[in-house]
């Protein structure tokens, strides 16, 4: 259902775009959004947007720095990450959310590795 990609290594101070497909329609998501998880830690929340696009969330940590888009026509949702640390190294994730709450019915996409070299 969702294919990222779009990670690799980087250097500190950096960019990545990463981008997720969606089979189907996008708009069968209410929210979608990226999430990562780094070695030994939880899976957190990074960045969410809205099916219109007009909500966006950031975790701290990344605001001012990432930026999530998404394309309907292309049925892609995207994070921007400019200025990466190397405390942003993790498997990034992207999720589907079909209705206004999280479910264990959510889409989760394979996952896409960013590491960033200090």
């Known amino acids: 259902q969702l294919q990222a990609s779009g990670g690799g290594l980087v250097q500190a101070g950096g960019s990545l775009r990463l981008s997720c497909v969606v089979s189907?329609?996008?708009?069968?998501?209410?929210?979608m959004g990226w999430y990562r998880q780094a070695p030994g830690n939880q899976r957190e929340l990074v960045a969410t947007?809205?099916?219109?696009?007009?909500?966006?969330i950031y975790v701290n940590s990344v605001r001012g720095r990432f930026s999530i888009s998404r394309s309907s026509a292309e049925n892609t949702i995207y994070l921007q990450m400019n200025n990466l640390k190397p405390e942003d190294t993790a498997v990034y994730y992207c999720k589907g959310q079909e209705n206004t709450y999280a479910s264990p019915n959510d889409y989760w996409g394979q996952g896409t590795l960013v590491t960033v070299s200090s």
């Open positions: 947007i809205t099916r219109r696009g007009d909500r966006q």
């Open positions: 189907g329609s996008i708009s069968n998501f209410y929210r």
